[in-house]
């Protein structure tokens, strides 16, 4: 069974920054997967900003995120993390990390087979 827990959601100051992780179990992430992070802010559509390509360590931001947030992996823990710094208050919201296994192929992936149940991440003084 393949299980996607994500971590260390919080409360932070504008400004400010947290570390999100996403624990894999069931699938071995430099298995060729691609692990994407998502959020969904109340009333708003979910959206995509990163993805990172465990075989070959690429990674994908949107513009939204690029420059303030960088994701990186850890094999040895089967661990993906997000590391958001000078954060606004436009990112709070639900942050969710997906996989799909991909063997070739640019990212970011159209879809994702697997998702966490989401982390909050609340940004304000």
């Known amino acids: 069974q393949v299980q996607l827990v994500e971590s260390g959601g919080g409360l932070v100051q504008p400004g400010g920054s947290l570390r999100l992780s996403c624990a894999a179990s069931?699938?071995?992430?430099?298995?060729?997967?691609?692990i994407g992070w998502f959020r969904q802010a109340p009333g708003k559509e979910r959206e995509g900003f990163g993805c990172i390509s465990f075989s070959d360590g690429n990674t994908y931001y949107a513009g939204s995120v690029k420059g303030r947030f960088t994701i990186s992996g850890d094999n040895a823990k089967n661990t993906m993390y997000l590391q958001m710094n000078s954060l606004k208050p436009e990112d709070t919201a639900v942050y969710y990390c997906a996989a799909i296994r991909v063997i070739t192929g640019a990212i970011p992936p159209a879809s994702y087979d697997y998702w966490g149940r989401g982390t909050q991440v609340t940004v304000s003084s």
């Open positions: 069931g699938i071995t992430l430099d298995d060729y997967y691609v």
